[in-house]
């Protein structure tokens, strides 16, 4: 069975930064793509940012330059670095694996 451990998220200031951490653990075969997404209050999940085995990376538009995903194999774990928050950003962030375990969550609020 393959557990996701998310951690990192809080309340921040518009323009303010987080590091999210997301980690693996159990039964793994591989670790192919390791993903971050979010939903906000009333909206569907949407993917943020995702990264393969061989490094390939995309995010959503709404994060270019301001989130990076960062992966750590020896680790089991993916980061995200969210730097320039906005209120749009508030939501709970999910990490996922391979496309299918999911993470508990973890709650970015940003506000003033």
């Known amino acids: 069975q393959v557990q996701l451990v998310e951690s990192g998220g809080g309340l921040v200031q518009p323009g303010g930064s987080l590091r999210l951490s997301c980690t693996a653990s159990?039964?793994?075969?591989?670790?192919?793509?390791l993903g971050w997404y979010r939903q906000a209050p009333g909206k569907e999940r949407e993917l943020v940012a995702v990264?393969?085995?061989?490094?390939?990376?995309r995010y959503v538009n709404s994060v270019k330059g301001r989130f990076t995903i960062i992966r750590d194999n020896a680790k089991r774990t993916v980061y995200l670095q969210m730097n320039s928050l906005k209120p749009e950003d508030t939501a709970v962030y999910y990490c996922?694996?391979?496309?299918?375990?999911w993470g508990q969550g973890t709650q970015v609020t940003v506000s003033s």
């Open positions: 996922n694996l391979n496309g299918g375990s």
């Open positions: 159990g039964s793994i075969f591989s670790i192919n793509v």
């Open positions: 990264i393969t085995s061989s490094g390939s990376i």
